[in-house]
């Protein structure tokens, strides 16, 4: 495994997602792997913590997700614009090659038969907890985190250094079209005794 | 009504939320307003356009929430940081001034008996699609947009301008503490005939 990922505490799970970062979302069924890109994730839970993803019902990716029961969510960084609009709008139903021609490259994680995409900044290993009423009505699935990973580059100790880190490892947030906003500057409130 | 204000046809309202911002949930019942910070939220559909809302058990919001069947979700920005995480962190329960002493000025939507902080860069007024079990087992609220806002100094013409509004006007993405980053820079991706 690339040096730089180490696991992420499930307790802190869910600092990797908090900023609202457009996602990719990977699955595996049957020899089949697909990579999509999901806007609409979020948190959900700390403990065991969970999240919500909408997967559309045309989603190649959320037939795979319906059969193994498992998925992948990972943090894109501005490195990978291309790759994660690519991803979102090519399908694999029409374009056999298309994870290749996004230029994906999937890697493994010890004790995970899952398609991890290489490059990204954390990764969540997610187990469907089955709730059809939800899937059916609102495309929402909802995921317990049974695994998470970070590269150490920009996530470490528990918390993002993006003001810190190479700007290429910065989340980006889609908005519509081609149009992506990078994660920028820190903020921080002085949070001592209130007067 | 504030001129800058504009309304925001309903079939862009996500793409106020799809940047995943850190948001303010406030409601009204019985003369009683509240307003919480919420970092999980997130749009789930564009027609009719919904979204979800993880609101706790212990929130005093989520009370008003049940029995108006109504909320607000408003997108806070850099200069509302401070007033962000107070109303995150003071409960009304214990501070029955919390509102006043975290800085917030409500005002009204003509239409909407609903309690709308001023300042803010977007505002979405939601009807509860009641989900009983999502609410009782994970804190989950799926609300339908019945109204969208937006201040067109930041957002216009259905599009985001943070690239060249004032700094002021990005918004707001919490991580843990009082630790939050600002919406960044524009990435754009070609999206011109692909090859």
Chains 1, 2 share one sequence.
């Not at 913590?49 to 909408?54: A, D, F, G, N």
């Not at 694999?92 to 900044?121: I, Q, T, Y």
Request: proline share 5%; net charge negative; hydrophobic share 40%.
């Amino acid at each position: 495994m690339d040096p730089h990922i180490a696991s992420v505490p499930l307790d802190k799970a869910t600092r990797l997602l908090n900023h609202g970062p457009t996602v990719l979302v990977s699955a595996r069924h049957d020899g089949v792997d697909n990579v999509m890109a999901a806007a609409w994730a979020c948190a959900l839970d700390y403990t065991p913590p969970k999240l919500t993803v909408v997967l559309d019902k045309i989603a190649k990716t959320r037939e795979l997700v319906e059969q193994s029961g498992m998925f992948v969510i990972q943090v894109p960084t501005a490195a990978q614009l291309e790759l994660t609009y690519q991803v979102g709008h090519r399908s694999l139903s029409s374009e056999p090659e298309k994870l290749a021609d996004s230029g994906v490259e999937l890697f493994a994680m010890d004790g995970h038969d899952m398609p991890f995409v290489a490059g990204c900044s954390a990764w969540l290993v997610c187990k469907v907890l089955s709730e059809l009423h939800n899937q059916q009505a609102y495309d929402l699935f909802i995921g317990e985190i049974v695994g998470a990973w970070a590269d150490t580059r920009v996530f470490k100790d528990g918390h993002w250094h993006f003001e810190s880190a190479d700007p290429c490892w910065r989340s980006l947030h889609y908005i519509a079209g081609g149009h992506f906003y990078a994660t920028g500057d820190a903020l921080d409130v002085d949070t001592g005794p209130r007067g």
